[in-house]
Antibody, heavy 120, light 108 residues
Framework: QVQLQESGPGLVKPSGTLSLTCVVS?????????WTWVRQSPGKGLEWIGE???????NYNPSLKSRVTMSADKSNNQFSLRLRSVTAADTAIYYC?????????????WGKGTTVTVSS | EIVLTQSPGTLSLSPGESATLSCRAS???????LAWYQQKPGLAPRLLIY???NRATGIPDRFSGSGSGTDFTLSISRLEPEDFAVYYC?????????FGGGTKVEIK
């Protein structure tokens, strides 16, 4: 059974870079799945950040595209998110999730989430 | 960008009652790429429905989804105490994904 676990600094300074990692256990990052990041600002709804495939394909939310990079680390079976030039508006719970994409598209496995606060 | 509008924002119901949640898209979306998620406080979202009407593994049959084009519905019959949560719809198309703003189903 695939499980995901996010990790990274809980506090990032304004104008800095937010870096998170999602470790995949019980399965392979190099499967046919895509992998995604979703965030949730305090008391708000869900916001899609983007997605990536182990082979290198990526799609990003246009509103974040200029600041986001997602990448795969196949040797460690994990993938990562980098968000540059952060502001307080980037304070959120960040979730990684597995995407099943074929005839259907859905996120069927989620990490528990990690809270990131942007503050000096 | 396709905007998903969920209504109502909050639904106040009693256990045993039925719930009907709406998700309306600003333009037509592929039903195969329309999903519903449930989120309880402090937890990650959980997949309920994919392809507009297919229940995910382990989801009880009191949950059902329907719709096509721009109008989609999540129905919950006979609400159980564990069903009180926030529900989100999600669509994917043209390499872009959006979520609806959510509907909170609360105990009346």
């Amino acid at each position: 059974q695939v499980q995901l676990q996010e990790s990274g600094p809980g506090l990032v300074k304004p104008s800095g870079t937010l870096s998170l990692t999602c470790v995949v256990s019980g399965g392979s990052l190099s499967s046919s799945n895509w992998w995604t990041w979703v965030r949730q600002s305090p008391g708000k709804g869900l916001e899609w950040i983007g997605e990536m495939y182990h082979g290198g394909g990526t799609n990003y939310n246009p509103s974040l595209k200029s600041r986001v990079t997602m990448s795969a680390d196949k040797s460690n079976n994990q993938f990562s998110l980098r968000l540059r030039s952060v502001t307080a508006a980037d304070t959120a719970i960040y979730y990684c999730a597995r995407v099943t994409w074929g005839q259907f598209y859905y996120m069927d496995v989620w990490g528990k989430g990690t809270t990131v606060t942007v503050s000096s | 960008e396709i905007v998903l509008t969920q209504s109502p924002g909050t639904l106040s119901l009693s256990p045993g009652e039925s719930a009907t949640l709406s998700c309306r898209a600003s333009q037509s979306v592929s039903s195969t790429y329309l999903a519903w998620y449930q989120q309880k406080p402090g937890l990650a979202p959980r997949l309920l429905i994919y392809g507009a009407s297919n229940r995910a593994t382990g989801i009880p049959d009191r949950f059902s989804g329907s719709g096509s084009g721009t109008d989609f519905t999540l129905s919950i019959s006979r609400l159980e105490p564990e069903d009180f949560a926030v529900y989100y719809c999600q669509q994917y198309g043209s390499s872009r994904l959006t979520f609806g703003g959510g509907t909170k189903v609360e105990i009346k």
